[in-house]
């Protein structure tokens, strides 16, 4: 089985550009969730998203924002960058919404700001 | 909204000893307990979790607790190998809005020595 895998794995911007970055959840995985890993600290809740509407959100501003396709794959858009951008972007995928299950995730793509 | 305190951040054992690592938590409505071990560089591996209406888990070397009345949860590693060297985070998950996020610790370096 395919684990979730993420494109692309490495990505260097400048302040102000655009990025999107992409996510293949488990086949059969219905719920994707997005993080933002900054070096040295553990990952930060961005989006969740099941059945391609949003479920949650985390403290994050409205630079950020994802979608979820048919077929389950994902997308998050980050506008604007900023230096304080720069970090390991995380996607994990579940089963299905609800409250007890396990996240999967992917090898992230590294975003660096310039 | 949740908080997951972590302890230690870093912890130095001798091969063939245990490590125990230690988490609180602030929301009682999290409900689902789950362990990542992260190499350099790889994605978070889940390796144990635990739900709140279970006490104790237990996978072969690896063991996690559930106090919910202290809101304190830990992993237990026993017969430590070279291998087990990685960072460790902890996470609790609120179900929050509809959406189940991952609340993560801030990471404990675990360090086998030979």
């Known amino acids: 089985d395919t684990g979730v895998t993420q494109s692309p794995t490495h990505l260097?911007?400048?302040?102000?550009?655009?990025?999107?970055?992409?996510?293949?959840?488990i086949s059969g995985h219905k719920s994707v969730s997005w993080y933002q890993q900054v070096l040295g600290q553990g990952p930060q809740f961005i989006f969740q998203y099941y059945e391609k509407e949003e479920r949650g959100r985390g403290n994050f501003p409205d630079r950020f924002s994802a979608r979820q396709f048919p077929n389950y794959s994902s997308e998050l858009n980050v506008n604007a960058l900023l230096l304080g951008d720069s970090a390991l972007y995380l996607c994990a995928s579940?089963?299905?919404?609800?409250?007890v299950q396990p996240q999967?995730?992917?090898?992230?793509?590294?975003?660096?700001?310039? | 909204g949740e908080n997951v305190e972590q302890h230690p951040s870093t912890l130095s054992v001798q091969e063939g000893d245990s490590a125990v690592i230690k988490c609180t938590y602030s929301d009682s409505a999290?409900?689902?307990?789950?362990?990542?071990?992260?190499?350099?560089?790889?994605?978070?591996q889940l390796i144990i979790d635990i739900r709140s209406n279970v006490g104790e888990k237990k996978d072969q070397r690896i063991a996690v607790t559930l106090n919910k009345t202290a809101k304190h949860f830990s992993l237990h590693i026993t017969?430590?190998?070279?291998?087990?060297?990685?960072v460790?985070?902890?996470?609790?998950?609120p179900y929050f809005q509809g959406a189940q996020k991952?609340?993560?610790?801030?990471?404990?370096?675990?360090?086998?020595?030979?």
């Open chain 1, 12 to 25: 260097i911007k400048t302040r102000g550009q655009q990025v999107t970055l992409r996510c293949s959840p």
């Open chain 2, 30 to 44: 999290s409900n689902y307990f789950p362990w990542y071990k992260q190499e350099l560089g790889k994605r978070p």
């Open chain 2, 79 to 86: 017969e430590t190998q070279p291998e087990d060297s990685a």
């Open chain 1, 94 to 99: 579940s089963l299905r919404q609800g409250a």
């Open chain 2, 88 to 93: 460790y985070f902890c996470a609790a998950s």
């Open chain 2, 102 to 114: 991952l609340v993560f610790g801030q990471g404990t370096r675990l360090t086998i020595n030979p």
């Open chain 1, 104 to 114: 999967h995730f992917g090898d992230g793509t590294r975003l660096s700001i310039l």
